[in-house]
């Protein structure tokens, strides 16, 4: 069996199963056993192929008048007639063997409760990060990444994740935070009226599906408490995340969409683009022109 299947998919998804805790349970399994590629099951040596099943023309032909079979429990005799179930007057059920039904009800059907997470309850943007402190996802690390930024900004900058080796808090004082300060200043954005949060609260590392959509829920609930005028995502990874990978990146750029309720447009990977002047020209020429939630504000 795990000679012929690719079970990676399998194996990320029990990872974020195991990354939200007891919590959180989804039953709706995102992933696919596939096969490997044909010729990839090595031959086992001693093994007989297995036998091939005869032709239907040249299988024993049925007996027209076969013999009277002996009777069994609850069954007749062969060439009798069938036996009448009976019914329970009391509840209408059948017994075949005129007993009453009543404990032979049928079981009730299993049901699967979630446990609501503590920050879905959250009064406050504090207490929303204190809550998902306690969560299995995050209950290891030092701390959360937290947002900065004005109350209601007019346009909140989401990062997938902190960079290894960078210090949140030092986000506009580094190359990619002045470069970002100078792009939307020529869109008469000033950087006081801009927030900054992070999709994953911590240090960049592979998501599962699991972790993605329970992530998202945390993002849902954080803008409702911080309530921008407009989102901007940064980097295909984290648009396929929140709009799913059927979603084109490259025919979407700059459009506008929408995030539970928060109009959003998506950019491309700031820390690519610092250094790259076609990704620049790319996101000045084509992506910005294309959204109205930016450029109206010029």
Not at 106 to 117: D, E, F, G, N
Not at 246 to 274: H, Q, R
Request: glycine share 6%.
């Amino acid at each position: 069996m795990s000679e012929e299947f690719d079970f990676s998919e399998l194996q990320n998804y029990l990872q974020g199963q195991m990354d939200l805790g007891e919590f959180e349970l989804y039953l709706d399994e995102p992933w696919t056993l596939t096969r490997k590629p044909a010729g990839a099951r090595p031959a086992v040596a001693g093994r007989n192929p297995p036998p091939i099943p005869p032709a239907p023309s040249a299988r024993p032909a049925v007996s027209a008048n076969p013999a009277p079979r002996p009777a069994t429990m609850g069954q007749p005799f062969a060439g009798s007639a069938p036996v009448q179930p009976s019914t329970n007057p009391a509840t209408g059920a059948q017994n075949m063997f005129g007993a009453p039904a009543g404990g032979l009800a049928a079981p009730a059907p299993r049901v699967v409760k979630r446990v609501a997470s503590a920050y879905e309850s959250a009064a406050s943007l504090q207490d929303f990060y204190s809550n998902i402190k306690a969560e299995a996802l995050y209950a290891k690390e030092p701390d959360v990444a937290r947002y900065m930024g004005p109350e209601h900004p007019k346009v909140l900058f989401l990062l997938p994740a902190v960079k290894t080796g960078t210090n949140p808090t030092d986000f506009f004082v580094s190359p990619v935070g002045e470069m970002l300060v100078r792009l939307f200043a020529s869109l008469n954005i000033a950087q006081e009226t801009i927030g900054v949060a992070y999709f994953f609260k911590s240090t960049e590392r592979p998501l599962s599906p699991l972790l993605e959509t329970a992530l998202k829920k945390m993002l849902a609930k954080e803008l409702s408490f911080i309530a921008p005028e407009v989102m901007v995502t940064f980097g295909q990874p984290l648009f396929h995340q929140l709009f799913g990978k059927a979603k084109n990146f490259d025919e979407l750029a700059g459009s506008d969409m929408d995030f539970s309720g928060v109009p959003t447009c998506s950019l491309i990977d700031p820390y690519a683009m610092v250094n790259d002047k076609q990704m620049k020209w790319l996101t000045w020429k084509v992506h910005i022109p294309r959204s109205t939630l930016l450029t109206i504000k010029q």
